[in-house]
């Protein structure tokens, strides 16, 4: 009829247990007035859920007699359940929702790096996108590298600070004209787990790793361990950190500090974000974040040249901005902003624990 309903309806009021009304929530303030009309006492406990199971879930609880005023009251809008019975009245929370439901988290990175830490937040709950796509443009082909690869006989030690040193020296090394043999003599330092996964990959195994994965530790690591008699290679991204080769002259250590490679952010990439609309444009969803991360000091000067380059904002005010350690941290104050949240342990793992605690603490304040 005119209501949608069917013939009969209040019959379902003198029924036991509960009721579950599906695509009704135009229809509500029918369904409660006839199942009362129909014997179902106007105290039952009733529910009305709002994206059952998804990011976004609402839920609206009262005694069936005043669920229409509350579902007014809150904004409920579809899709949405009706639950007409005493198990209305329990908090059953789905196991879908994680730590990080609801939140919505922009990362920035190269593919393989944002492909990780994507499966990592999304593991949590998350709602990712992929605000800055950045890509990895290799230097093997640069007259000092060349010279490098020339001359892996006068180094003692290559110094490896990310997974993308790692495999683009390999690239650039048979590219050179030689093989594993040159590196017969040398000893390897990585900064951290990554890094020193991705050289297993090639057959090597690291011989120092620092118990903190950043660029001061290693420094102080290796100042510890080397004599004056090693040269080190330090193949890495351009504008690599300045502390690890500053603690290194400090100590009198000798080193070629030669630019393997460098990150550059080259697009907004509106197609990888999840539970967004297709037609959402970048801009949209850039400013409904609620953080943003950096997971290294290149990334964060790459970040600003693009949205300035393409003319969108920056400066979330409404977002966190979560920094993977203190450098990158510094590196957005040096771009005038500050890093709400810094990871205390730089890797992905520390990256999206520091989100959890800091949404847990926001949480609790609310």
């Known amino acids: ?129 992929w605000v800055l796509d950045m890509k990895v443009i290799s230097h093997a082909e640069s007259a000092p590298m060349k010279d490098a690869y020339k001359n892996l006989e006068q180094y003692t030690w290559i110094v490896f600070t990310s997974a993308n040193g790692v495999r683009l020296f390999f690239l650039g090394l048979r590219a050179a004209g030689r093989d594993y043999r040159s590196l017969g003599h040398v000893k390897f330092a990585v900064i951290g787990e990554g890094t020193g996964r991705e050289l297993e990959r090639y057959g090597f195994q690291e011989d120092y790793m620092p118990d903190s994965y950043c660029a001061e530790a290693l420094g102080q690591g290796l100042c510890g361990i080397l004599t004056p008699a090693d040269r080190l290679l330090i193949a890495r991204s351009k504008g690599g950190s300045p502390v690890l080769t500053r603690l290194l002259g400090q100590a009198g250590i000798l080193f070629d500090d030669i630019p393997l490679y460098e990150v550059k952010g080259s697009s907004v990439n509106d197609s990888s974000v999840n539970n967004s609309p297709a037609n959402d444009s970048p801009a949209d969803k850039i400013e409904t974040l609620d953080y943003l991360t950096f997971a290294s000091a290149s990334g964060v000067r790459a970040y600003f040249e693009r949205m300035d380059s393409i003319g969108m904002p920056s400066w979330l005010p409404d977002a966190k901005m979560v920094c993977i350690g203190d450098i990158t941290a510094r590196e957005l104050e040096r771009s005038g902003h500050k890093a709400h949240i810094t990871a205390s342990s730089y890797h992905i793992g520390g990256l999206v624990q520091a989100i959890i605690d800091h949404a847990a603490l926001s949480s609790s304040k609310s």
């Open 1 to 129: 009829g005119g209501e949608g309903l069917p013939p009969g309806f209040e019959n379902y009021g003198s029924l036991p247990g509960t009721l579950v009304f599906l695509m009704g929530l135009g229809q509500l303030p029918a369904i409660t007035q006839r199942l009362i009309t129909g014997g179902k006492s106007p105290d039952t406990p009733a529910a009305v859920i709002e994206r059952g199971t998804l990011p976004g879930q609402r839920v609206v609880r009262a005694a069936l007699s005043r669920l229409h005023d509350a579902v007014q009251r809150e904004g409920i809008r579809t899709p949405a359940v009706i639950v007409v019975g005493e198990t209305a009245a329990y908090d059953m929370k789905c196991s879908a929702l994680r730590p990080l439901s609801g939140i919505r988290v922009g990362i920035t990175g190269t593919e393989q790096f944002a492909g990780r830490l994507t499966r990592a937040l999304e593991a949590q709950g998350a709602q990712v996108s």
